[in-house]
């Protein structure tokens, strides 16, 4: 793969009161169509790429309003354009490459690595304005749940939690290789959520990366999502919210 393009924006949503903590939201691979009318909300998945304002607007969604905190800094970065393996090369807002939605294949580490480097350098940004680790939360739906457990377990380990959302990692990925190496790296709390009839990524995978990363000493909670797709849910969203206030309590 070509050398990665550079994250070039993000969507910001700021702390109402005293700014103590920040959370990075990652997107998918995929860019989402909502059609909402009085009784329920439709999401339609295209491959066309993901943006910030893709999952910005699609959490606001699911959670009835706009999701902000008091103390919490949400910043909901967007992936760079770049060729995408999966649909034949084709430009797509990918964090990284990968030879195939599928928990089988080898991962792209040049493709990987390069772009934790790049996100690393935003997480350093929060440090050098005052905000310590121990108040940084990484998570992600999908391709950037996966993104967000490469940093959290691998190049960003003081992070306080980490959370993935319909994600997977593939067998025999080379986090597990490196928490056998760096035992004190799986103390970073891990919060998994995923939908029961997800077609995309099967639960099956999600509950596989579950139980190796506990086996290599990770505090791992695993949701199933009930009759859920690759998707978000209302019920996922509420979770996820007690969980990140357990995680970064106002200050």
């Not at 999701?67 to 964090?95: C, D, E, R």
């Not at 596989?208 to 999502?225: M, Q, R």
């Amino acid at each position: 793969m070509a050398a990665i393009a550079r994250i070039s924006q993000a969507n910001v949503v700021q702390a109402t009161r005293k700014h103590t903590a920040t959370v990075f939201f990652f997107h998918g691979s995929d860019s989402f169509a909502v059609i909402a009318n009085f009784m329920c909300v439709y999401v339609y998945f295209t491959f066309a790429g993901g943006t910030a304002e893709d999952l910005k607007e699609w959490v606001d969604i699911v959670n009835r309003e706009k999701l902000q905190f008091p103390h919490i800094k949400l910043i909901y970065p967007s992936a760079p354009s770049q060729p995408y393996t999966p649909i034949n090369g084709m430009m797509q807002n990918v964090w990284f490459d990968r030879i195939a939605i599928s928990n089988q294949v080898p991962e792209c580490l040049e493709s990987t690595n390069s772009m934790c480097q790049n996100v690393s350098e935003l997480i350093d940004k929060e440090v050098a304005d005052g905000i310590p680790f121990s108040r940084i939360v990484l998570g992600g739906f999908s391709m950037g749940g996966c993104l967000a457990l490469h940093l959290a377990y691998r190049f960003r380990p003081a992070v306080a939690g980490c959370f993935a959302m319909s994600s997977f990692l593939n067998k025999g990925s080379i986090i597990y290789e490196h928490l056998k190496m760096n035992p004190e790296n799986g103390k970073v709390p891990l919060v998994q959520y995923h939908g029961t009839v997800d077609a995309l990524a099967p639960i099956e995978w999600g509950e596989e990366s579950a139980k190796n990363l506990k086996d290599l000493g990770v505090n791992v909670k695993f949701i199933p999502l009930q009759n859920a797709e690759h998707e978000l849910t209302r019920a996922e969203i509420k979770s996820w919210k007690d969980w990140l206030l357990d995680i970064l309590p106002e200050k």
